[in-house]
C-alpha cells in the first residue's frame, strides 16, 4: 500500500495545477476582443453562477462542504481577490502581457514582506538577496513603462500583485479554507462592472472565449490557487504565479505575435531567475528539515 500523501506535497500539487490551468487566462481575454468592462462583466457571472451551482452540489452530497465566507476574514479575503481582479483586468488592456506577467509575478516579494510583518516569518538572507534582484527587474520594466506612456498599467499590475499576496497572507494565518471564497469575490467586481457597462455600452466580439474564461478556467485556476495556502506557505504558494509569468507571454506571441520590448525581456529574465532559484532553494530546504525532522522521531 502506497503512503498517503503528505499535505506540503498536497498544497504543491493543487497550486501547481491552478498555476497552469491560469496561464490560458490573459491569451482567452485578448481572443475574446472586448472592452475592459464588458469582458470584467461576462467573466465574473460566469464564474459566480458556476460557482454557486458547484457548491450547493457539493453542499447538497456532503456537509463537510467548505464555506463561501468563513468569517470575517473570508470577507478580507474576497475584497482582496475583488479588488485584484479589477486591477488586473484594468492592466491587460494597458501594458504588453509580458510586462503585466513579469510584475505580477513580484507578489512573491509582496507575500514574504507581509508573512514577515504580520506572521513574524522573518526572510533568510537569500529571500532578502532575492527580493532584492526583483527590484531591479521591476524597475527596469516600469522604466519602460514610462517611456512607453503605460505607467498607469504597470501600477495596476502591482496593486493586483500586491492584492494576491495580501489574500494569501490573511489565508495562511487563518489556516481556513479560502476556495470558495476568492470565486465569491468576482461579485465586487461584478457590481462595478455591470455599472460601467450600463454607462459605456456592451462591447464583446467573442464571447464564447469569456465564457469558457469564467466557466472552466477560473474556477479551476482560483479555487486551488487560494487552497493551497492551507498547506503551505504563502511565498511557496506565489511561486506558482510564475507558471503564468513564464507561459502566458509565449501563449500571446504565438497568437498575436506580440514581441515583449529589450527592457522587459531583460527585467523579466531578472525576475525570474531570481524567483527561480530562491523558490528551488527554499524547497530543497524544506525537504531537508523534513528528513532531520524524520531523522530524530525514528524509532
Same mark, same amino acid.
Given at each position: 500500500?502506497?503512503?498517503?500523501?503528505?499535505?506540503?506535497?498536497?498544497?504543491?500539487?493543487?497550486?501547481?495545477?491552478?498555476?497552469?490551468?491560469?496561464?490560458?487566462?490573459?491569451?482567452?481575454?485578448?481572443?475574446?476582443?472586448?472592452?475592459?468592462?464588458?469582458?470584467?462583466?461576462?467573466?465574473?457571472?460566469?464564474?459566480?453562477?458556476?460557482?454557486?451551482?458547484?457548491?450547493?452540489?457539493?453542499?447538497?452530497?456532503?456537509?463537510?462542504?467548505?464555506?463561501?465566507?468563513?468569517?470575517?476574514?473570508?470577507?478580507?479575503?474576497?475584497?482582496?481577490?475583488?479588488?485584484?481582479?479589477?486591477?488586473?483586468?484594468?492592466?491587460?488592456?494597458?501594458?504588453?502581457?509580458?510586462?503585466?506577467?513579469?510584475?505580477?509575478?513580484?507578489?512573491?516579494?509582496?507575500?514574504?514582506?507581509?508573512?514577515?510583518?504580520?506572521?513574524?516569518?522573518?526572510?533568510?538572507?537569500?529571500?532578502?538577496?532575492?527580493?532584492?534582484?526583483?527590484?531591479?527587474?521591476?524597475?527596469?520594466?516600469?522604466?519602460?513603462?514610462?517611456?512607453?506612456?503605460?505607467?498607469?498599467?504597470?501600477?495596476?499590475?502591482?496593486?493586483?500583485?500586491?492584492?494576491?499576496?495580501?489574500?494569501? %497572507?490573511?489565508?495562511?494565518?487563518? !489556516?481556513?479554507?479560502?476556495?470558495? /471564497?476568492? +470565486?465569491?469575490?468576482? &461579485? $465586487?467586481?461584478? #457590481?462595478?462592472?455591470?455599472?460601467?457597462?450600463?454607462?459605456?455600452?456592451?462591447?464583446?466580439?467573442?464571447?464564447?472565449?469569456?465564457?469558457?474564461?469564467?466557466?472552466?478556467?477560473?474556477?479551476?485556476?482560483?479555487?486551488?490557487?487560494?487552497?493551497?495556502?492551507?498547506?503551505?506557505?504563502?511565498?511557496?504558494?506565489?511561486?506558482?504565479?510564475?507558471?503564468?509569468?513564464?507561459?502566458?507571454?509565449?501563449?500571446?506571441?504565438?497568437?498575436?505575435?506580440?514581441?515583449? %520590448?529589450?527592457?522587459?525581456?531583460? !527585467?523579466?529574465?531578472?525576475?525570474? /531567475?531570481? +524567483?527561480?532559484?530562491? &523558490? $528551488?532553494?527554499? #524547497?530543497?530546504?524544506?525537504?531537508?528539515?523534513?528528513?532531520?525532522?524524520?531523522?530524530?522521531?525514528?524509532?
Amino acid at each position: 500500500m502506497s503512503a498517503p500523501i503528505s499535505d506540503h506535497s498536497k498544497g504543491l500539487l493543487l497550486t501547481a495545477i491552478g498555476g497552469l490551468t491560469l496561464t490560458v487566462d490573459i491569451p482567452l481575454i485578448k481572443l475574446a476582443n472586448g472592452d475592459v468592462w464588458s469582458v470584467l462583466m461576462v467573466r465574473c457571472a460566469t464564474t459566480l453562477v458556476v460557482t454557486a451551482i458547484v457548491w450547493a452540489v457539493w453542499r447538497a452530497l456532503s456537509p463537510r462542504a467548505p464555506a463561501l465566507l468563513p468569517g470575517k476574514a473570508g470577507l478580507a479575503v474576497a475584497a482582496c481577490y475583488g479588488i485584484g481582479s479589477i486591477c488586473f483586468l484594468s492592466a491587460v488592456y494597458h501594458i504588453p502581457t509580458a510586462n503585466l506577467v513579469f510584475l505580477l509575478a513580484f507578489n512573491t516579494v509582496f507575500a514574504a514582506v507581509l508573512s514577515w510583518l504580520f506572521l513574524k516569518e522573518r526572510p533568510r538572507p537569500a529571500t532578502l538577496a532575492a527580493m532584492a534582484a526583483m527590484l531591479v527587474g521591476v524597475a527596469i520594466i516600469v522604466s519602460d513603462g514610462i517611456s512607453a506612456g503605460s505607467l498607469f498599467g504597470n501600477v495596476l499590475a502591482l496593486c493586483s500583485s500586491m492584492c494576491i499576496a495580501s489574500a494569501i %497572507t490573511i489565508t495562511r494565518a487563518t !489556516g481556513r479554507d479560502m476556495g470558495f /471564497t476568492s +470565486l465569491v469575490a468576482v &461579485s $465586487l467586481p461584478l #457590481l462595478v462592472a455591470i455599472v460601467m457597462v450600463a454607462q459605456v455600452g456592451y462591447r464583446i466580439e467573442a464571447p464564447w472565449w469569456i465564457v469558457l474564461n469564467g466557466a472552466v478556467v477560473m474556477p479551476i485556476a482560483f479555487f486551488l490557487l487560494a487552497t493551497g495556502p492551507k498547506y503551505i506557505s504563502g511565498p511557496e504558494v506565489a511561486m506558482f504565479y510564475l507558471l503564468e509569468t513564464v507561459l502566458a507571454p509565449i501563449w500571446v506571441w504565438l497568437i498575436f505575435l506580440e514581441t515583449p %520590448t529589450p527592457q522587459t525581456l531583460i !527585467g523579466g529574465a531578472i525576475l525570474i /531567475t531570481a +524567483l527561480l532559484s530562491h &523558490s $528551488l532553494w527554499q #524547497l530543497h530546504q524544506g525537504r531537508r528539515r523534513r528528513g532531520a525532522q524524520a531523522v530524530r522521531h525514528a524509532p
